[in-house]
């Protein structure tokens, strides 16, 4: 069975930067590309980064220059580097297996996600 839990978000002020990280199991890891998407209240999911098996990373164009996705195939955990948040980055980020780009909310497999509030 696959499993994803993120981890590392938290409230914090505009301009400020969290390290998001998605520890995942149950799949050949190093084998499978991954992805972060978000979800704020009311509003479709948004694709925001992908990583593919040989390390090529992929952006949202919001986010390019502020964010940074990376994998550590030996912890089996992709993260979520970002940078000089705004308070439309508020949402919950989820981690997707299976995609370094995500088109469709069906595609690969979503963890439960963990909350990002950007607010002063």
């Known amino acids: 069975e696959v499993q994803l839990v993120e981890s590392g978000g938290g409230l914090v002020q505009p301009g400020g930067s969290l390290r998001l990280s998605c520890a995942a199991s149950?799949?050949?890891?190093?084998?499978?590309?991954m992805s972060w998407c978000r979800q704020a209240p009311g509003k479709d999911f948004e694709w925001v980064s992908g990583i593919y098996t040989d390390g090529t990373t992929y952006y949202a164009d919001p986010v390019k220059g502020r964010f940074t996705i990376s994998r550590d195939n030996a912890k089996n955990t992709v993260y979520l580097q970002m940078n000089s948040l705004k308070p439309e980055d508020t949402a919950v980020y989820h981690c997707?297996?299976?995609?370094?780009?995500?088109?469709?909310?069906?595609?690969?497999?979503w963890g439960q996600g963990t909350q990002v509030t950007v607010s002063s």
């Open positions: 997707v297996s299976g995609r370094a780009i995500v088109i469709r909310r069906d595609t690969g497999s």
């Open positions: 149950g799949f050949t890891f190093s084998r499978t590309a």
